[in-house]
């Protein structure tokens, strides 16, 4: 056997991997990992079918399908007021974690000093590490999650090259508020720090508040990678398929990376989806249709010992339970499979520090069925 090098020592499988894994083996109902239970659209599936037996089964061009970033640059362009270019700012990818993945290898070097706000999606920081770059986490705190800029502040150097933002959150069900905005504008004005905007949840932002784009604002959009994904945006998280769009000087780069990494996205899914979201009404919904899930599975979790927490935003719920339980989130996170057939994901899983808050995060974009006999189980605990 020879030796091995690992870039990332330490690491073990993601928290979404281990506990969906967990799930099917105790045939347990999946509330871990972020995904429906329910299927997507079946016109959808029949609009790829026809790419497929139409002959669309060969490489697409390295940026996208041009008919795809077209509407892509459309969509945002008239939901965000910004004016970006579809040939040169959008960029089709497999997935929002690909998108990430490509943005800060393009962007990070040796020593260079990235903002995180945890707790984090899970792959922030091992990017970042495996670049050589140094991970600065501000770390946010139940009920709520706020950010306190000042604080921000102190985290910044000389050697920032990039904030990670992300609203709609992962886990907590956050959204970035004016306040957050206007402080960001403030902190990046007259810099070369760029943002790294993950917005895969855009459309899911609940009680009639705004999604804080970083496209809404002059000033960030000329500094920010904007991550998307299809997968949210049409119930199928599967087919890894999302786009990036940032400022052209910005995109050239990612482009030098995208092109090594993937190449291309897949043909015929970019061809039917670029033809099903010819209808704007598909997503316009969207907020309404996970709202009504959001408010039946806070009602139904009402009937259990949890507390809940807010959420405006995302497919996420998250819990306390530390006025019943001193056990460590990881531990009850398992002990809800095994014992109760019901797995979460342990919020401490995304923090770098060791953390115990007492937090668990449920996903609910579910059926109505599923959310209520997840609760019939957890009432029992
Ligand atoms: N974004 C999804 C979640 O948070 C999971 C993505 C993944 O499994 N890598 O559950």
């Not at 922030?124 to 705190?141: D, N």
């Not at 997968?231 to 090594?260: D, S």
Request: aromatic letters at 10%; proline letters at 5%; glycine letters at 6%.
């Amino acid at each position: 056997m020879i030796n091995t090098y690992s870039k990332l020592p330490g690491t073990a499988n993601s928290i979404f991997s281990v506990m969906s894994q967990l799930a099917a083996e105790h045939n347990a109902i999946n509330l871990s990992q972020g995904f429906p239970d329910y299927d997507c659209d079946p016109k959808l599936i029949d609009l790829v079918a026809d790419a497929m037996k139409s002959g669309n089964n060969q490489y697409a061009p390295m940026a996208g399908l041009p008919a795809l970033k077209e509407l892509v640059a459309n969509k945002v362009n008239l939901q965000y007021g910004s004016n970006y270019h579809p040939d040169t700012e959008v960029t089709i990818t497999a997935g929002g974690t690909q998108a990430i993945f490509t943005i800060l290898t393009a962007c990070i070097q040796a020593g260079d000093e990235v903002i995180i706000f945890e707790p984090a999606y899970d792959a922030y920081a091992p990017i970042i590490k495996m670049m050589g770059g140094l991970v600065k986490s501000y770390e946010m705190a139940p009920p709520d999650y706020d950010i306190d800029w000042e604080m921000v502040k102190k985290l910044f150097s000389s050697s920032t090259k990039m904030i990670i933002l992300n609203s709609p959150h992962n886990p907590t069900g956050s959204v970035l508020k004016d306040k957050d905005i206007q402080a960001l504008i403030k902190l990046t004005k007259d810099t070369n720090v760029m943002i790294l905007s993950d917005e895969v949840y855009e459309h899911l932002v609940y009680d009639g508040e705004k999604h804080q784009s970083m496209a809404l604002y002059p000033e960030l959009r000329e500094r920010s990678f904007i991550v998307a994904s299809f997968g949210k945006l049409l119930h199928a998280t599967g087919w890894k398929v999302g786009y990036c769009i940032a400022p052209e000087n910005l995109m050239k780069e990612f482009r030098k990376i995208h092109q090594f990494n993937v190449f291309s996205v897949n043909t015929p899914m970019q061809v039917g989806i670029a033809n099903y979201l010819r209808d704007p009404s598909i997503y316009l919904g969207l907020a309404d249709f996970f709202q009504q899930k959001r408010d039946l599975f806070r009602f139904l979790l009402g009937q259990t010992k949890f507390n809940l927490l807010p959420c405006k935003g995302s497919y996420f719920q998250c819990v306390t339970y530390g006025h019943f339980s001193e056990e460590e989130d990881t531990v009850l996170a398992k002990r809800l499979i095994t014992d109760y057939g019901v797995a979460t994901i342990p919020v401490s899983a995304f923090y770098m520090r060791n953390t115990d808050h007492k937090v668990l995060r449920f996903c609910f974009a579910k059926k109505q069925e599923t959310l209520e006999r997840s609760v019939e189980r957890l009432i029992k605990l």
